[in-house]
Antibody, heavy 119, light 107 residues
């Protein structure tokens, strides 16, 4: 069974930092691109960042570029999101999501999410 | 970036109704489109990928169609479990983008 479990969310002041983690199991983690997708309270879904299977390629939404850094440790089956210079508008539930195939940009499994509140 | 526009934003329907949600892309995305269902407090769940392929385990009352810039998600006979918010997502480019969502409410 594929499982993605996020952690690390919490309350942080504007300008602060937070590091999210996503522990994966049930599939060959090192073969898939993984993304972070967020959802502000009462709002829609926003893709935030993605990292290639090897970790050598990363992409970011314009809204977080230069402030957030995605990384992964394939030996630990874990994805990370380092969030710096946080703003009120970064308040959201953050989900990690697995690509449906090694070369695809859609998502077939999602974690349960972790809430980040910037206030 | 490719913009995705869903309509309607809210839809009121009854159990047994046929429901159609539309998603339009700001430029052609071929068939690189997925549909997700999300219930309150839960993570999204994929229903359809590549515009018309049904994800394993998803009931056959869900179907998707379209290509290029216009797509539809159809629920052939709405069930109580289907009241939720639905999102389309394009994945032609690495800058994945979602529609704003369509909430299906009980009439």
């Amino acid at each position: 069974e594929v499982l993605l479990v996020e952690s690390g969310g919490g309350l942080v002041q504007p300008g602060g930092s937070l590091r999210l983690s996503c522990a994966a199991s049930g599939f060959t983690f090192s073969s898939y691109t993984i993304s972070w997708v967020r959802q502000a309270p009462g709002k829609g879904l926003e893709w935030v960042s993605a990292i290639s299977a090897s970790g050598g390629g990363t992409t970011y939404a314009d809204s977080v570029k230069g402030r957030f850094t995605i990384s992964r440790d394939n030996s630990k089956n874990t994805l990370y999101l380092q969030m710096n210079s946080l703003r009120a508008e970064d308040t959201a539930v953050y989900y990690c999501a697995k690509a449906s195939s090694p070369s695809s940009f859609d998502f077939d499994y999602w974690g349960q999410g972790t809430l980040v509140t910037v206030s | 970036d490719i913009q995705m526009t869903q309509s309607p934003s809210t839809l009121s329907a009854s159990v047994g109704d046929r429901v159609t949600i539309t998603c339009r892309a700001s430029q052609s995305i071929s068939n690189w489109l997925a549909w997700y269902q999300q219930k309150p407090g839960r993570a999204p769940k994929v229903l359809i990928y590549k515009a018309s392929s049904l994800q394993s385990g998803v009931p056959s009352r869900f179907s998707g169609s379209g290509s290029g810039t216009e797509f539809t998600l159809t629920i052939s006979s709405l069930q109580p479990d289907d009241f939720a918010t639905y999102y389309c997502q394009q994945y032609k480019t690495y800058l994945r983008t979602f529609g704003q969502g369509t909430k299906v409410e009980i009439k």
